[in-house]
């Protein structure tokens, strides 16, 4: 999901026009851009990380002062942080969490289900720059048992914090993943927010912005 700069967009396409046409366009159209919404919140579910950890980069492929690589499919995820005026969000922090390719946890209570990919690094905290964007290497996390008869499509957990809004915590899924239509947590997220937590990625590459509400 990316969200457009509608009135960066208007601004641009009224460049090459003429000054009266400018007028006639400034008329037209509202010159306050359209509030966004805020990105759908997901439950946080069982697995957020309990034990400190040395390496939290962005790099979710490698742990510092190891040579191996983590499984999976790699991806490069990149986003930003919004408040819903469109205004970028510097120095959010951002938790990023997930299952490895096997569908397994580093927690506790996690189940067993695989053996812990050494070269994870399960989880990463970052902050928004002064554009709030952010970015992340990490692999493709592998669907996991919930409980009997309900396997968890693959997502990624995110936790967003930053001063005078509204800390956000969600879940992003994965476009044309079939379990997403059969998933209960999915489901519950009311049919047009949908697109809202779903990345398209192409080539590896994928993009998420999250839109953060101001505290009132
Ligand atoms: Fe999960």
Redesign the pocket.
């Known amino acids: 999901m990316s969200v457009k700069d509608d009135s960066r967009r208007k601004f641009l396409n009224i460049g090459a026009a003429t000054a009266a046409t400018v007028a006639t366009t400034l008329i037209s159209f509202p010159t306050v851009a359209k509030e966004l919404t805020a990105t759908t919140k997901q439950q946080e579910?069982p697995?957020f990380p309990r034990h400190k950890q040395a390496d939290k980069n962005a790099d979710m492929t490698t742990i510092d002062k190891q040579s191996g690589q983590a499984e999976g499919e790699v991806l490069h995820l990149n986003g930003r942080v919004l408040d819903t005026q469109g205004n970028p969000v510097k120095g959010a922090i951002i938790d990023i969490w997930q299952?490895d390719k096997n569908g397994r946890y580093l927690h506790d209570d996690a189940p067993e289900s695989s053996p812990l990919d050494p070269n994870f690094q399960y989880w990463a905290q970052l902050k928004t720059d002064a554009d709030g964007k952010y970015q992340v290497k990490t692999i493709k996390p592998g669907a996991y048992p919930a409980v009997k008869g309900w396997v968890?499509p693959p997502?990624i957990?995110f936790k967003v914090a930053r001063r005078g809004l509204q800390e956000l915590t969600t879940?992003m899924y994965f476009a044309q993943e079939p379990l997403n239509d059969i998933d209960k947590l999915f489901l519950q997220t009311p049919e047009n927010e949908r697109s809202n937590i779903v990345v398209d990625f192409h080539n590896g590459k994928g993009q998420f912005d999250i839109v953060l509400n101001r505290i009132s």
Do not use: L, P, V
Request: proline fraction near 0%; charged fraction near 15%; hydrophobic fraction near 30%.
């Open positions: 579910g697995f299952a968890r997502h957990h879940q």
